[in-house]
């Protein structure tokens, strides 16, 4: 069984910054890629960052320059630092990560339950 855990979301204002984290655990062998998604009501499930194992990073134009996606790979934890947050970038963002789980010899794609990023004043 594998889990994904996200924190960090919640309300703020125009210009204001919010850190958000999901922590992977359970039966794995071996963490690939790491990201986030978000989506906002009414639109597609877009991507926004990811992050290999070895540390090279892309993010989607419209966040350029305020986000940061990092990890940590001996706490199986991937973080988004979101600097000069936007209306539109409210959201429900998820974490999601490719793995291979201990005992299997595919990778598989994993969901985190999503935490809720709004932006007002």
């Known amino acids: 069984q594998v889990q994904l855990v996200e924190s960090g979301g919640g309300l703020v204002q125009p210009g204001g910054s919010l850190r958000l984290s999901c922590a992977a655990s359970g039966s794995i062998s071996r963490i690939y890629t790491m990201g986030w998604y978000r989506q906002a009501p009414g639109k597609q499930r877009e991507l926004v960052a990811t992050?290999?194992?070895?540390?090279?990073?892309s993010y989607v134009d419209s966040v350029k320059g305020r986000f940061t996606i990092s990890r940590d790979n001996a706490k199986s934890t991937v973080y988004l630092q979101m600097n000069s947050l936007k209306r539109e970038d409210s959201a429900v963002y998820y974490c999601?990560?490719?793995?291979?789980?201990?005992?299997?010899?595919?990778?598989?794609?994993?969901w985190g339950q999503g935490t809720q990023v709004t932006v007002s004043s």
């Open positions: 999601k990560t490719i793995l291979r789980r201990l005992g299997s010899g595919g990778l598989v794609d994993y």
């Open positions: 992050i290999s194992s070895g540390g090279d990073s």
